[in-house]
Structure formats: structure tokens, C-alpha cells
């Protein structure tokens, strides 16, 4: 029905509604007195144009009545109430007398029939959707805030496979009690028993304020019923903007491995970030195009998106310009490896703050190309270091890796070089150097589970190279957030290190993608593939002679690093294209462990540098 017709209808009901109301509380009370009276028949009058202009004030004509609820009736009750108070006004004002008893019965039959012809909508649209019991029979973990909105979503909706058919939570006071007619039948430790008896074939995990440990312990139950499992969107997702409330989804692994979201010092990374121009090296990685979202929210004047693939950096672009339209985006297709035109675009942009996540991160492939993690990780770094100096850069922040812990690999030894440089950096200049470290990224490119995914997909089997093997991991977000927060506590020359949580084992990791994609390992085996070259069984974020033991911020933690002598450093950059690989991953494995002569340095030493403090 058009909005003017169905307005108009609702007018012609309210108008008969209004005046049918005042005559049959009259006759109720006085059923032997004349009803055409004059001030009846005024009265009348009065209360449908009172009735029809608080209706538009309260909006009674604007409202979808199939899904009427309690903030309807409230309307309701508003809208009559006032109207009953200005007739009354119009009886004391006109004829001198207030026919009380009149009107409180008016009042009351006025609510009743305005209510019935609204909530009769509801009532024909429930009538005519019944229970569709060819639909999945759903059991909703939690009866709270999120419950109640899976379970409107889920009746309300005639797409969706799902029926709800009872709750489970682990608050007494709502148990044996109904939210929209789905009965409260127990708690979590009922759930395997619930799940046999009602014959449930789908479980929603409905408590957006959930933690980790938390969700992870209702996850287990869950799979031991063999029933599919999906989860409402966390608190965070919802209040970011990334998802709707609405929006039921798969299990992840990201959901049973990460942890709770750290609150950030939002002033203190805003006094950095606000109105200040931002540039991201590797701004099309996982890890760069990330950071650009999260600079993004503290509306910085101008960012600028320096990567060497052109496809991945006009795809950040677009999404930056579509979400934040208010910022310049400045797009640079441009490689680390090239100091002068790293120069040229710090001279161009003359950013505030830069963040040098470039860098190549494969082991295996650094492991057999070593001149290359050379060439990327630590030229690359100290090119951009020192066009930061020179263009006065207020603050630089380097992403580095827990495999530049007493790395065993070339990618991990180019890593630690490369904080030796940014280290360096922050003694001769006045620009603020830092690094940051953390360990593997859930779902970043290149990483575990999107290839455990991909061999999954494929019918297995999942290969792990040592059934041992650990990580820590982190997700994307949370990474990219810690970094910016690293970055805005920075004083300079700290190594910050992010606190990564209990590390996981692969082979642990691998079961969880295999029983969240609804397979067991009968259906997609683990394969044992032995460790590959450069690789560690465990990892590590501080050596034994960094370790700060407190956190300077929740999750950070500062490392102590020792002060090296730069030109040794520098001998390797200038000697590493005539040496062969194996005697180059040497060099770097020395250096990295601070085996060669000379490399630290007092903490009073003068520094020799070819750059000076301005």
C-alpha cells in the first residue's frame, strides 16, 4: 500500500475510532440519557482534530505496525492521553463544565481500539507467517540484549533456514521464562542434552560482550555436539562499523585464538595523528593497509600510500577515499630499494609520521634469496630512515618481527639489522625512531591459515612442518592498533614489544580450521612435512638481554636494546653483493647475534655518522 493511501486509511479509522470511543463511553455510563447533545457532539469534534495532530506529532502514521512493539504503544498512549487533556481544556474553556467520568472511559476505550487496529497488523502478519517447521530447529546460547535480537531477526525474517526454539543462559532469573515465545531451558553445561533432546540442528553463540577464553570454552561444547555452530558479531566488530548486529557468521579461527580488545589512549594517539600527515610504507600489505585504517579514524589531514605494487595500492586507495572522504589520499607506487626517490616523496609530502612496514617476510624464500632480504628489509629501511631525517620527520615507527629474536633465518637476521639501523638513527637525528615487534598475523598474506584454508577447500591433507611447532599470533586489527599506540607513547630508540599472549601450536590451529569448516581429521588429515630451512620450533619476542619485565601500557612492553656500532652495519651493506648466499646468511646470522668485534658500543661513546643532528 503507497504511504498517501495508507495514511489516509489510518485517518478514516482514527477519525471513527476517536468518535465511537467518546458515544460509547457515554452511553456505558448513562445508557438512557440522549446521546446528540451539543457538547457530546463538540466534544467529538474536538477530540478527533486533537487525535490526528498529536498522531503527527508522535508519528502514529509513519510507523510500520507489523513490527509494532512496546515503543509503539507508548506512542499511542502519548498521543491519547494529550488529546483527552486538550478536550478537557475545550469543555472547562467552552461549556464551563468537565464531564470527568466521560472522558476517563473515553480515554481508556480511545487507547484500546487505537492499539487493537494497530496491533491487529501484528497479529494478521504472525497469522498469516506460522511456524515454518521445515526450518532448521535453532538452539540461541545467551537470552540477553543480543539473544533477543537473533530471535526478533530470526522470526521476523521469512529468508532465513533458521527457527528459534529455545535459549540457554546462564543467568537463573531467566530461566523457564519466554522471550518472543522461545522458552529459557537451561544453562551452558545443559547444552549437550539440550541439543539431543530437542533435536537442535543449528547453535547461535548470541553474546556480543563475550570473552575470548570465554567464547573459546562455549566453542568446545558446541563441537562436541557435531551441530553447526555460528556466532553474533562481537561488541567490537558492532561499534567499529565493520559488521551489523544482524549479521550471523561462521566461527573463525580469529575468534578462538585472539584476544580481548586492549581500550586504547585515543588522546594521546590523536595528538600525533589529528591534523597531521601520515605516510605508510607497504600501505597495500595486510599489515600497511591496515595501519591505514586505523590512522584513518583519528582524521589525519593528509595520508600518503607508498607501496611497489600498483594494484594493491589503488585498491587501498579507493577504499580509503570511499570510507574517508574527508581525507587527502595520496597514492606513490615507489620501491624502499630507491633512496633518492624516497627523498623525493618525504621532500613532496613532508609527512609528520611515517610507518616503514615494507618489508619481504617469507622465510623460506629469504632463506634461499638472502641478498634480497638485504636489499628490502635493511637498505630499504635505513633509505627510508634517512629520508626521514632529511625531510625532519617528527616521528618514524618500524614494524619489525618476534623472528628477529635470535632469528635462525636471513628474513630474521635482515629484521634485527634492520632495528639496529633504526636504532641508530634515533642517536643522530632529531626525528623520533622506534620499532615495534609482534609475532604472526592471522589471515596476513602469505600466513598459515589461509593455506591451511586453501588445502582444506582442496580435501587435505593439512601440512605442519613439526608437530611441536608454536606461534604467537595476533589479528590484524589488533596489530595494526598496538603499533599506533607504540607509536604515540614513543620517546625514541625503544624496541617496543607486543605482548602476545600464550603461543599456539600449529598442529592445535590446524584441528580448529578443520572442525570450524565441519570436517574431522578422518576427513582431512594433518601431514607431518619436517621443518624447513631458517625455520624455529619456538618463538621468542626479547632475548634474555632485552627484557623489561613491565608493561609500559597494557600489552607493551620495552625491550632493552644495546647501542652498535653502525659502520659495521654498514660494511655489510657495502660487502653483501660479493658474497654467496650461504656466506651472506652467515654474515647476517653474526651479526644479528652480535658475534662480530665491535659492533656494541658504550653508551657514551661519541657516535660517528655521515648525517648530524640539524
Not at 395 to 415: E, L, Q, R, W, Y
Not at 582 to 608: C, G, P, Q, T, Y
Request: net charge neutral.
Amino acid at each position: 500500500m503507497k504511504y498517501q493511501l495508507r495514511v489516509a486509511v489510518l485517518i478514516i479509522i482514527d477519525s471513527l475510532i476517536v468518535m465511537l470511543s467518546i458515544f460509547i463511553g457515554n452511553w456505558l455510563l448513562a445508557p438512557t440519557a440522549e446521546l446528540m447533545t451539543t457538547p457530546l457532539i463538540a466534544t467529538s469534534f474536538a477530540l478527533v482534530i486533537s487525535h490526528h495532530i498529536f498522531a503527527y506529532v508522535f508519528k502514529l502514521y509513519k510507523r510500520v505496525w507489523q513490527y509494532a512493539s512496546t515503543r509503539e504503544l507508548s506512542a499511542i498512549f502519548l498521543a491519547v492521553t494529550f488529546s483527552i487533556i486538550v478536550v478537557a481544556i475545550f469543555q472547562l474553556t467552552v461549556f464551563q463544565a468537565l464531564y470527568t467520568r466521560t472522558l476517563c472511559v473515553t480515554w481508556m476505550l480511545h487507547i484500546l481500539l487505537i492499539g487493537a487496529s494497530r496491533f491487529s497488523w501484528r497479529l494478521y502478519r504472525d497469522m498469516k507467517f506460522q511456524v515454518d517447521h521445515s526450518k532448521k530447529r535453532t538452539l540461541i546460547i545467551g537470552a540477553g540484549n543480543g539473544g533477543t535480537l537473533v530471535a526478533r531477526q530470526l522470526l521476523d525474517s521469512q529468508m532465513s533456514e533458521l527457527r528459534p526454539v529455545a535459549f540457554i543462559d546462564e543467568d537463573p532469573a531467566k530461566q523457564k521464562l519466554q522471550i518472543m515465545g522461545v522458552p529459557v531451558i537451561g544453562y551452558e553445561k545443559d547444552l549437550t542434552s539440550i541439543v539431543r533432546d530437542k533435536a537442535i540442528e543449528h547453535i547461535i553463540i548470541a553474546i556480543p560482550s563475550l570473552s575470548k577464553q570465554d567464547l573459546n570454552n562455549i566453542f568446545e561444547k558446541c563441537s562436541e555436539t557435531g551441530v553447526r555452530t555460528q556466532i553474533m558479531p562481537s561488541l567490537e566488530d558492532i561499534m567499529s562499523g565493520r559488521v551489523n548486529v544482524n549479521e550471523i557468521r561462521d566461527v573463525q579461527v580469529e575468534d578462538l585464538l585472539g584476544r580481548d580488545p586492549v581500550e586504547l589512549d585515543t588522546k594521546t594517539i590523536g595528538e600525533k595523528l589529528t591534523n597531521k600527515k601520515v605516510l605508510v610504507t607497504g600501505a597495500g600489505g595486510s599489515i600497511g593497509s591496515e595501519i591505514c585504517r586505523q590512522v584513518a579514524r583519528f582524521s589525519p589531514r593528509k595520508m600518503i600510500l607508498v607501496g611497489h605494487g600498483e594494484n594493491s595500492i589503488y585498491a587501498i586507495e579507493m577504499e580509503m577515499k570511499a570510507k574517508f572522504p574527508n581525507i587527502e589520499v595520496v597514492p606513490e607506487i615507489a620501491d624502499v630499494q630507491d633512496k633518492e626517490r624516497m627523498v623525493q616523496i618525504m621532500f613532496d609530502t613532508k609527512p609528520d609520521v611515517i610507518y616503514h612496514a615494507a618489508a619481504h617476510k617469507h622465510v623460506p624464500l629469504m632463506e634461499r634469496n638472502p641478498y634480497e632480504a638485504i636489499k628490502n628489509n635493511v637498505i630499504g629501511t635505513k633509505n627510508v630512515a634517512e629520508a626521514a631525517d632529511m625531510a625532519n620527520v617528527s616521528n618514524f615507527v618500524m614494524i619489525s618481527t618476534d623472528k628477529a629474536v635470535n632469528p635462525t633465518s636471513a628474513m630474521g637476521a635482515s629484521k634485527r639489522i634492520a632495528e639496529m639501523v633504526v636504532q641508530h638513527m634515533n642517536r643522530v637525528s632529531r626525528t623520533n625512531f622506534v620499532a615495534v615487534r609482534f609475532g604472526n598475523v592471522l589471515g596476513s598474506r602469505g600466513s598459515v591459515i589461509p593455506l591451511f584454508k586453501q588445502q582444506i577447500a582442496a580435501g587435505g591433507p593439512v601440512t605442519v612442518t613439526h608437530p611441536d611447532m608454536t606461534r604467537y599470533f595476533m589479528t590484524i586489527p589488533e596489530a595494526s592498533r598496538l603499533v599506533l599506540q607504540a607509536g604515540a607513547i614513543a620517546e625514541g630508540g625503544e624496541t617496543f614489544v607486543l605482548d602476545m599472549g600464550e603461543p599456539v601450536k600449529i598442529t592445535d590451529l590446524a584441528k580448529n580450521l578443520i572442525r570450524l569448516s565441519g570436517f574431522s581429521e578422518l576427513d582431512i588429515p594433518i601431514k607431518y612435512t619436517g621443518m624447513r630451512p631458517g625455520e624455529k620450533l619456538y618463538e621468542e619476542l626479547l632475548g634474555e638481554n632485552e627484557v623489561h619485565q613491565e608493561q609500559i601500557y597494557p600489552m607493551i612492553y620495552r625491550g632493552k636494546t644495546p647501542l652498535v656500532n653502525i659502520q659495521v652495519v654498514s660494511d655489510l651493506i657495502r660487502e653483501s653483493p660479493e658474497l654467496d648466499p650461504d656466506e651472506l646468511r652467515e654474515r647476517m646470522l653474526d651479526l644479528a647475534h652480535f658475534r662480530v668485534k665491535h659492533l656494541i658500543e658504550a653508551e657514551d661513546k661519541n657516535v660517528v655518522s655521515p648525517l648530524r643532528k640539524a
